[in-house]
């Protein structure tokens, strides 16, 4: 039973560039959330989708967008990075996020640094 | 006042000793509470859910006190490996969607 996996673990990248993180969710699960998280913060949520489709939103700016695929796996992508966007960034996967409240499963994040 | 509010900490317990962490939230039309353990560096993972009754796994007590908007976490008998940051998650339906509110954690250092 796979758990939720996230790519790549760690990544570098400079400010004004552009990044896309990626998630495939726990066998069985249909929704992904993302969240951000700085170093002694709790997790800050950005977004979340289920049947291909942003359902909700953080405060969070357009430069952060987000996709989901037939197959329920999704993608975070940051345009434009700025330093302040260096953080744990973590997916989280759950069933039926519309009206479940089955609590959420996170994968190992991905931890991303700008220089 | 935040949505989920949370002593920040750090708790320094020694070992067998026994700690209780509250986290107080706003909303009363708040549905369901969770909490999630953090160790450092690595992905929140869900220690527990917490319902209205109380419940219990093994050295973990949870408690919801809905009339007064908290829950608590009780660890008792402390392990060295009990170290780490609990986050405190409240869900509330919000529309057609579930709202998921995240405490900023409690540090808990359980010391040899």
């Known amino acids: 039973d796979a758990g939720v996996t996230q790519s790549p673990t760690h990544l570098i990248k400079t400010r004004g560039q552009q990044v896309t993180l990626r998630c495939s969710p726990k066998?069985?699960?249909?929704?992904v959330s993302w969240y951000q998280q700085a170093l002694g913060q709790g997790p800050q949520f950005i977004f979340q989708?289920?049947?291909?489709?942003?359902?909700q939103r953080g405060n969070f700016p357009d430069r952060f967008s987000g996709h989901q695929f037939p197959n329920y796996s999704s993608e975070l992508n940051v345009n434009a990075l700025l330093l302040g966007d260096s953080a744990l960034y973590l997916c989280?996967?759950?069933?039926?996020?519309?009206?479940?409240?089955?609590?959420?499963?996170f994968g190992d994040g991905t931890r991303l640094s700008i220089l | 006042r935040k949505e989920v509010e949370q002593d920040p900490g750090p708790f320094n317990v020694p070992e067998g000793a026994t700690v209780a962490f509250n986290c107080t939230y706003s909303?009363?039309?708040?549905?369901?509470f969770f909490w999630y353990r953090q160790d450092c560096r690595k992905e929140p993972k869900l220690l527990m859910s917490?319902?209205?009754?109380?419940n219990e796994d093994g050295r973990f007590t949870a408690q919801l006190n809905r009339a007064s908007q908290y829950i608590s976490l009780l660890i008792r008998d402390s392990k060295l490996s009990d170290s780490a940051t609990y986050l405190c998650?409240?869900?509330?339906?919000?529309?057609?969607?579930?709202?998921?509110?995240w405490g900023l954690g409690t540090s808990l250092a359980v010391n040899p």
């Open positions: 066998s069985g699960h249909d929704t």
């Open positions: 998650v409240v869900s509330l339906n919000a529309g057609n969607n579930r709202k998921l509110i």
């Open positions: 909303n009363s039309a708040s549905q369901s």
């Open positions: 989280a996967s759950s069933l039926a996020g519309g009206y479940s409240n089955q609590p959420q499963h």
């Open positions: 989708y289920y049947e291909e489709e942003e359902r």
């Open positions: 917490v319902y209205s009754s109380g």
